[in-house]
């Protein structure tokens, strides 16, 4: 894995590479990360995900948006439009990293509802996979509310993680239902017993750990080797 900061100065983003380890490696995948709290929670799972398709013979690229993790930028830098432009860089590139003209985008959570929004703007994308997106951001807000300290006003403190007032009204006008916003979707991956979107033969329901919710000691939830089998699946074919 090789870590790296790409972008134009003052909008760098930080990103780690896993490179392809068997086969000629002609295809990427650009892995978009949830947001905030449910960022850290699910780090061990993208990045075994990410070293699992290297394995396979893919060049994967992990990233934070600008204004969380390792990037530039403060939390409450954070929109939703900031966040499709750091994709568009994303793919831009891991596409130069692996050397390919195609990319595959994997999301997470509020990072597959980008990827989903992101990828009929960039020609390079093959498909998508959207794993437990957030349908319905007005939905998502009522639920991390319960759990939010109210800075100054305006900003929600959520587990040590800003949601700055803008970006909530963002949040607020946020569906994930229609066709144009689905056209490249070729794998939805859904907890059971949650609210899903009717794909037909493209949707997997699986159960067992969330690995965005964090339970016991950091780390120690099991890993929802279910997803990633249908995930390897897919894109090592």
């Not at 972008?7 to 000629?24: E, F, V």
């Not at 490696?25 to 290297?54: F, I, K, Q, S, Y």
């Amino acid at each position: 894995m090789y870590a790296l900061h790409f972008g134009q100065s003052p909008k760098r983003l930080y990103g780690a590479y896993d490179p392809a380890l068997t086969g000629p490696g002609l295809d990427a995948v650009l892995v978009c990360a949830p947001w905030g709290p449910e960022w850290l929670p699910a780090h061990r799972t993208l990045r075994t995900m990410a070293r699992r398709l290297a394995d396979r013979g893919l060049h994967v690229m992990r990233f934070d948006y600008f204004g969380s993790g390792d990037s530039f930028g403060e939390e409450t830098d954070l929109s939703l439009p900031s966040m499709l432009d750091d994709i568009e860089q994303g793919v831009e590139e891991c596409l130069a990293l692996a050397g390919a003209d195609r990319v595959w985008l994997v999301g997470l959570r509020l990072g597959a509802s980008l990827a989903a929004l992101a990828a009929p703007t960039i020609p390079e994308v093959e498909g998508v996979v959207l794993w437990d997106p957030i349908l319905n951001g007005a939905s998502y807000l009522e639920e991390i509310e319960a759990r939010a300290n109210v800075l100054d006003g305006e900003v929600w403190d959520i587990g040590g993680h800003l949601l700055s007032a803008p970006m909530r009204d963002e949040l607020a006008d946020l569906r994930l239902d229609s066709a144009r916003d689905l056209t490249r979707v070729k794998l939805l991956l859904q907890h059971e017993g949650d609210e899903t979107l009717d794909l037909g033969p493209i949707v997997r329901r699986y159960s067992g750990p969330k690995p965005w919710v964090q339970e016991g000691e950091f780390g120690s939830a099991p890993l929802p080797t279910e997803v990633l089998d249908h995930v390897d699946e897919l894109l090592s074919r």
